[in-house]
């Protein structure tokens, strides 16, 4: 992930260069924790996954998960406490990913929803997060 203040950011290619050398883009994935700066986002320590993108072509090959191991290693590299994220309820494959891969959690927290304008636990998106260390350790 290359970094900027307050996150990062990260591509992945084809690895198929044309004929000068270039690449197409086949996934992104943004951290960032500047959206705990907000008044709503009060959570020390974390860190927010957001904006995992795929190009269709590319889905079912490992495209995601390499970019949210690269994630995972940039927060823990940076000593966050918790990655947080929002999957859309009925992305399965996003879901299964974020739980079953890399042990995410649906978490409920009333700031998230108020950030994204939505009234407390009527969310139209499932926040997740991933503890990668013990609040204070």
């Known amino acids: 992930l290359a970094g900027a203040p307050g996150g990062a950011a990260a ?3 084809d690895g198929d260069g044309d004929d000068a050398g270039a690449s197409r883009i086949i ?10 700066a907000l008044p709503t986002h009060s959570l020390a320590d974390g860190m927010y996954l957001c904006a995992l993108c795929v190009h269709p072509r590319a889905r079912r090959r490992g495209v995601g998960r390499r ?8 927060a823990r590299a940076r000593d966050v ?12 494959a996003a879901t299964a990913l974020y739980a079953d891969v890399f ?23 499932q926040l997740m997060r991933l503890v990668l260390r013990e609040e204070g350790a």
Do not use: K, Q
Not at 28 to 35: F, G, L, P
Not at 103 to 125: I, N, T
């Open 67 to 74: 970019l949210v191991e690269a994630a995972i290693d940039f």
């Open 103 to 125: 042990g995410f959690e649906r978490f409920s927290d009333a700031r998230f929803d108020m950030a994204l304008g939505h009234r407390p636990g009527v969310a139209s998106v």
């Open 11 to 13: 591509a992945a290619d």
């Open 27 to 36: 996934g992104t994935i943004d951290c960032s924790t500047a959206e705990f």
């Open 81 to 92: 406490e918790a990655l947080y994220l929002h999957v859309e309820p009925d992305n399965a």
